[in-house]
């Protein structure tokens, strides 16, 4: 089944309210106000304000992961190889 099912109206309301930030965003004040809020918190000394902020301007950090082997070693890689044999080439070894 394919899509939403009948009489599902998320899709609806969603487009709706996109509409309604857009109406508002166009008319810049709201942008505003949020920019100034979001401003104001981070120079208050809220530290998820100021990290959204930096996030925004400069971009989120890249997560680093260290993936080790075991007693953290090394990792040893092998060598995967995928056969396809004809079954006609098989020799039947089950006992009758």
């Known amino acids: 089944m394919a899509g939403a099912p009948i009489g599902n109206t998320n899709k609806a309301k969603g487009k709706a309210v996109a509409s309604m930030i857009a109406k508002r965003l166009e008319e810049r004040q709201l942008l505003q106000v949020i920019v ?14 100021a990290n959204m902020i930096f996030d925004r301007l400069d971009g989120k950090p890249k997560q680093q992961t260290e993936i080790t082997g075991l007693d953290d070693g090394a990792i ?15 020799i039947d070894n089950t006992p009758d």
């Open 36 to 49: 100034d809020a979001q401003l104001d918190k981070a120079a208050d000394g809220d530290y998820q304000a």
């Open 76 to 90: 040893m890689i092998g060598k995967v190889e995928r056969v396809i044999i004809d079954k006609r080439d098989v």
